[in-house]
C-alpha cells in the first residue's frame, strides 16, 4: 500500500519510462533524478541522516527511521514459532526462515541455497578470484572479513 500518493503518482508517471538518469561514475541508470542523489551518496560516502540517540547516519531517511526502532523497547512483531519478539516486521519475516528449510537465494553456479541474500553474496566469492578484504601490513587479500580478522592475530602476535 503506497502511504503517501504523490509517491505513488510519481511512479506511475515513470513506469514506463527510459531510465534517463546516469551516474556519471558508475554508469548505473535510473528513472527519477531523486534515486540518482540518493545513488550517488553511495560514490560520495554522505550519510545526510543521523540518529540523535546513537550518532549512527545513512544515506537515506528511510533508513534512519527504519533504525531508530533499536533505540525503543516497542517490538511489535512476534514469532508464532519461539516468541521472539521484532520492531519490524521484515526483521521478523528474516527471522521465521530460522525454522523452516526455506532457502529463498540459490546460487546460479553450484546451486547452493541460502536463507539469506547477504550469505549468497559472500558464498558466490568462492567461485571468483575477489577478496575485497585486503590485509593493510602484508597486503594479503581474503574472501571473507572473518578470515582477515583471523590473519590478522598473525600480526598482532596473538597467533604463531
Do not use: A
Not at 23 to 29: D, H, I, L, N, V
Not at 51 to 58: D, V
Not at 70 to 92: A, D, M, V, W
Amino acid at each position: 500500500m503506497w502511504k503517501v500518493f504523490c509517491h505513488l503518482e510519481e511512479h506511475m508517471k515513470t513506469d514506463n519510462e527510459v531510465h534517463q538518469y546516469e551516474c556519471p561514475q558508475c554508469g548505473k541508470s535510473f528513472k527519477q533524478r531523486s534515486t540518482l542523489e540518493v545513488h550517488i551518496r553511495i560514490h560520495t560516502g554522505q550519510r545526510p541522516y543521523t540518529c540523535t540517540q546513537c550518532g549512527k547516519s545513512f544515506r537515506q531517511k528511510g533508513h534512519l527511521q527504519v533504525h531508530m526502532g533499536i533505540h525503543t523497547e516497542e517490538r511489535p512483531y512476534t514469532c508464532p514459532q519461539c516468541g521472539k519478539s521484532f520492531n519490524l516486521k521484515l526483521t521478523l519475516q528474516r527471522h521465521m526462515r530460522i525454522h523452516t528449510e526455506v532457502r529463498p537465494y540459490t546460487c546460479p553456479k553450484c546451486g547452493k541455497g541460502f536463507k539469506r541474500k547477504s550469505t549468497l553474496k559472500d558464498h558466490m566469492r568462492i567461485h571468483s578470484e575477489e577478496r575485497p578484504y585486503p590485509c593493510l601490513r602484508c597486503e594479503k587479500g581474503f574472501k571473507r572479513k572473518t578470515t582477515l580478522k583471523d590473519h590478522m592475530r598473525i600480526h598482532t602476535g596473538e597467533r604463531q
